[in-house]
């Protein structure tokens, strides 16, 4: 049986903990839990200990490394906020423990050196949590380029839509903070900047940016009649808002984020109009690839609809593929409000247009979550996977130096070369062209 830790309790924590006191209990066991928040820490541990029967030991934040000594666990996960993420990863790392990290692996080129760095000394296994691979109707387009369906890959050309319930969820937190969550650049896209990598089966050599603030900022809001406004929500006597959030109202952010503020001052429903949010709500990446091909990413954090559209070019053809998603407010648990509308087709020189039956699943983030957590916990589970979902820090290194990138093109006004960010980031085998493929 192999042990695990995790810390960070917050909105993503539930995913693991509850894999490891459900499903994957028998092989995979949560011993411990650790949090800077004495209350999300007590909750944490009692839900835990509800779901699983077993003893759960609880520590602060200031007891990470006697955790470690006295639990000696096999793993850590990682899930606390993301500018925090590589001083968790080198801890464990030199405590001679593996580690599982959500997204994004950090959010700067200082701190993803940090990383490599170590675990080039310890040789510890460090694997980033990328569920958007699992996906079946994503994994379905891996499995479309690497059997030559379009031939050589040439353009990609990526929109995503954060709507106005999802996207502003961004502005109220901590990731309204570019120094704490390297911007939707780096928090949000190193998902889907890490899924062009792995269906291009290569990395990035150039970036270009440009973008910036067009909506969650104070003359928006003053052109929508929302004068007045008070720095969180909670204390807002705007009533006409349909950017508020009431926790109250929401028992998972209630329980985790209002009743808990006192332990620690952070407040969960800042005004998403804000004037010292320092993140973009609209850019647009163009990246060249060493495999020669090309990528338009563009993302918008206010759209009318929540998804996204791709069209990958090819040498015989073009794949697209669209997806309109349900919108969400991390850590909420709401249910979903309706059935997903997905679309795949193929168009191929001197043929009609087919349309694809699209792959599904069932469960979370589109049947992903069930299919990751399987392959991350279940030995049976982990056998060899043809499309090589899981992903090691290099793959998470490759998906947020495009963010990283990306924030130093905004500055710069100028292209940034990706090479010249780290030292002795390799490429995985993930990012390589499969052995036949022809992505």
Known sequence: MKTYVQVGLGGRHRMFRQALTGRHFEWARLKAVCDSNPGRLAIAKSQ??????????????ADFERMLADIKPDCVIVTTPDWTHDDYIVRALEAGCDVLTEKPL??????????????????????????????????????????????????????????????ADYFRRWHREK?????????????HFDLVNWWLGSVPETVYAT???????????????????????????????????????????????????EHDGYFRDRCVFAADIDIEDTYRVQAQYRNGAVLNYTLVAFAAWEGYAITFYGTEGTLTHSYVENSTINGANLAVRRAEQ??????????????????????EHGGGDPL?????????????????????????????????????????????TVADLVNGLEVPPDLQPAAGGKP
């Open 106 to 167: 950090t959010i700067d080129a200082a701190r993803l050196q940090r990383i490599i760095d170590t675990q080039r000394k310890t040789g510890g296994v460090v694997t980033v949590t990328f569920n958007y691979r699992f996906t079946p109707p994503r994994t379905q387009l891996k499995e479309l380029l690497e059997a030559g369906t379009i031939g050589e890959v040439t353009g990609i050309t990526f929109d995503w839509n954060l709507d106005r319930r999802h996207g």
């Open 372 to 416: 990751m957590l399987d392959m991350l916990f279940d030995p049976a589970s982990a056998a060899e996977d043809r499309w090589r979902r899981l992903a090691d820090f290099r793959a998470g290194g490759w998906s947020i130096l495009t963010g990283i990138a990306a924030n130093r093109s905004l500055i710069e006004k100028a292209p940034v």
């Open 179 to 191: 120094k704490k969550s390297g911007g939707l650049e780096v928090h949000k896209s190193t998902h």
């Open 211 to 261: 973008g910036g603030r067009r909506f969650y900022k104070p003359d928006t809001a003053e052109r929508m009649g929302l004068s007045g406004r008070a720095p969180r929500c909670r204390d807002c006597r705007v009533n006409n808002c349909g950017f508020r959030l009431d926790m109250n109202e929401i028992e998972n952010l209630k329980r985790l984020y209002l009743d808990c503020e």
């Open 342 to 363: 997905v679309k795949t087709t193929l168009s191929r020189f001197g043929e009609e247009l087919q349309a694809i039956e699209v792959w599904k699943g069932k469960g």
């Open 48 to 61: 835990a200990e509800e779901e699983g029967g077993v003893p759960v030991a609880a520590y602060e934040a």
